[in-house]
T-cell receptor, first 112, second 111 residues
Framework: IAGITQAPTSQILAAGRRMTLRCTQD?????MYWYRQDLGLGLRLIHY???????GKGEVPDGYSVSRANTDDFPLTLASAVPSQTSVYFC???????????FGEGSRLTVL | SQQGEEDPQALSIQEGENATMNCSYK?????LQWYRQNSGRGLVHLIL?????REKHSGRLRVTLDTSKKSSSLLITASRAADTASYFC???????????FGKGITLSVRP
């Protein structure tokens, strides 16, 4: 089934550890996004990529980095996790023609 | 920061009733989209309305857009318990620009 795959589904890690959230799409979409969702704050954009080889900062990029080596993969890395990065992270891609976003099922991250 | 607001923040209705959710925004848009999120799941696209459109329908969904008031409404007719979810509006200011999401509206439909 075509779509967005995120891994891991959930993870608990200690503060200071490095963590990479994986995101893969098989729809050949150019644009991809990482959002975090926190209670009362909705979805906030962390980083985005309009096409392979390019990335940009969103609303809350500090403490996160991304790479886009190819069209399909868009990993999000926390270099040194802090408790405030406890959140649910969603990866999404945008349909070329429709403009709608397709979301993964999310990665729930807890930083202790 | 996120622009615009959704209201109400939470809505509880009886099955069979209509649910109306509103979204306002502050800057000009290219299009406005509505998404649904079931508990513990990712967001799912419901409907997109462009800035030159005033109304769109999709099944039991009706979306209106008033660019002069910078507002949109999502109407779900004949609601079902399965419509229980969070609903988000998202604004796109340009054809290739990023979507900005609101904080969401929690809809509960009582059987």
């Amino acid at each position: 089934i075509a779509g967005i795959t995120q891994a891991p589904t959930s993870q608990i890690l200690a503060a200071g550890r490095r963590m990479t959230l994986r995101c893969t799409q098989d729809m050949r979409h150019n644009a991809m996004y990482w959002y975090r969702q926190d209670l009362g704050l909705g979805l906030r954009l962390i980083h985005y990529s309009n096409t392979a080889g390019t990335t940009g900062k969103g609303e809350v990029p500090d403490g996160y980095s991304v790479s886009r080596a190819n069209t399909d993969d868009f990993p999000l890395t926390l270099a040194s996790a802090v408790p405030s990065q406890t959140s649910v992270y969603f990866c999404a891609s945008r349909g070329q023609d429709t403009g709608e976003l397709f979301f993964g099922e999310g990665s729930r991250l807890t930083v202790l | 920061s996120q622009q615009g607001e959704e209201d109400p923040q939470a809505l509880s209705i009886q099955e069979g009733e209509n649910a109306t959710m509103n979204c306002s925004y502050k800057t000009s848009i290219n299009n406005l989209q509505w998404y649904r999120q079931n508990s513990g799941r990712g967001l799912v696209h419901l409907i997109l309305i462009r800035s030159n459109e005033r109304e769109k329908h999709s099944g039991r969904l009706r979306v209106t857009l008033d660019t002069s008031k910078k507002s949109s409404s999502l109407l779900i007719t004949a609601s079902r318990a399965a419509d229980t979810a969070s609903y988000f509006c998202a604004r796109q200011t340009g054809a290739n620009s990023k979507l900005t999401f609101g904080k969401g509206i929690t809809l509960s439909v009582r059987p």
